[in-house]
């Protein structure tokens, strides 16, 4: 089974692909979705975080990602305070979600959806890695179509490696700049390499 990591910059389309990936039948991890159940009342890591950061958890229990986000994207180290929290958490239940279909068995491949890739030094992890990209104007504009104002889009690209620069690292790139029939004819070409490259290893 290949261990596939779908990474890329924030708003470079790494949910539109994952989706069409789930689409077409393709085992899928979301690290994202992940997190979210490891900031979810009660955790061990939700704890941690609440005695980091002041004031910072909704009325449920769980944390307020709207208010931990402009603290952490304003201050590097408790960006960096809290990543020390959620991705040793995030990783281990990656790893058990990939035993899972191990031993279940009948997957040529399963896609993780891992953003931070690069900057957790986890490529290593995976047999190849799929990465979305486009130019910094469109991911500032994308965000701030989410809402964001031009100075939190700006502190969200900042805090992580340049879109092209993964993209460079990566084995095949997928660009969404484009039109959608675009994009998914690349989605299209780079799953068929890696059923093919999942059918030579077997």
């Known amino acids: 089974m290949l261990k596939i990591a779908l990474t890329g ?62 603290i952490v994207f304003a201050d590097p180290a408790a960006r960096r305070d809290l990543e020390a929290i959620v991705h040793p958490a ?21 896609v993780v959806d891992v953003p931070l890739l690069y900057e957790t030094g986890r490529a290593s992890d995976f047999t190849k890695v799929v990465a979305t990209t486009c130019s910094p104007a469109t991911q500032l504009a994308r965000l701030q179509e989410r809402g964001f104002t031009a100075e939190a889009a700006q502190q969200r690209l900042d805090a992580q490696l340049p879109a092209e620069e993964k ?20 989605i299209d070409g780079v799953l068929a390499e890696l059923l093919h490259l999942a059918r030579s290893a077997d």
Do not use: W
Request: negative net charge; charged residues 25%.
């Open 90 to 110: 995030v990783y281990r239940s990656i790893e058990a979600a990939l035993r899972a279909f191990e031993r279940i068995g009948g997957t040529p491949l399963v």
């Open 9 to 70: 910059g924030i708003a470079t389309g790494k949910s539109y692909v994952l989706q069409k990936l789930q689409a077409r039948g393709v085992a899928c991890i979301d690290a994202d979705e992940i997190a979210h159940g490891v900031m979810a009342a009660g955790t061990e890591a939700t704890t941690a975080i609440a005695e980091r950061f002041d004031d910072v958890l909704a009325a449920d229990g769980a944390v307020d990602r709207q208010k931990l986000g402009p």
């Open 167 to 186: 993209a460079r690292r990566a084995d095949y790139v997928i660009r969404t700049d484009g039109s959608f029939e675009e994009t998914n004819a690349q």
